[in-house]
């Protein structure tokens, strides 16, 4: 069974910096697709970014454009989310989640797309 487990959340002053870590196992497909979605209480879900590993493929929410960056270690199986310039906004239950190969066309921000996800990290940015 594929399982992504998140890594590296925790608590950071507004501007800071951290990296979140997405460790996906028995992810054996040829092309891989994972996304990172972050929810706040009383907040709906929010795709933000998400990376194809054909070519490296990345796409981001104009939420985090310019501050986040996320990355892909095909030998690791691992996906890393690059997040600076944090604000109090960022903060939430931050998920990553892995799909089938469908293609690119079917490796978006929608969390239809997924089909294995991980249990979160909480992400907490005081200002």
């Known amino acids: 069974q594929v399982r992504p487990v998140e890594s590296g959340g925790g608590s950071v002053q507004a501007g800071g910096s951290l990296r979140l870590s997405c460790a996906v196992s028995?992810?054996?497909?040829?092309?891989?697709?994972v996304g990172w979605f972050r929810q706040a209480p009383g907040k709906e879900r929010e795709g933000f970014a998400r990376?194809?590993?054909?070519?490296?493929?990345?796409d981001y929410a104009d939420s985090v454009t310019g501050r986040f960056t996320i990355s892909l270690d095909n030998v690791k199986n691992t996906v890393y989310l690059q997040m600076d310039s944090l604000k109090p906004e960022d903060t939430g239950m931050y998920s990553c989640?892995?799909?089938?190969?469908?293609?690119?066309?079917?490796?978006?921000?929608?969390?239809?797309?997924?089909?294995?996800w991980g249990q979160g990290t909480q992400v907490t940015v005081s200002s």
């Open positions: 989640a892995a799909s089938y190969d469908y293609g690119i066309s079917s490796c978006t921000l929608k969390a239809f797309d997924y089909n294995y």
């Open positions: 028995r992810y054996t497909y040829n092309k891989k697709c």
């Open positions: 990376i194809y590993s054909d070519g490296d493929v990345t």
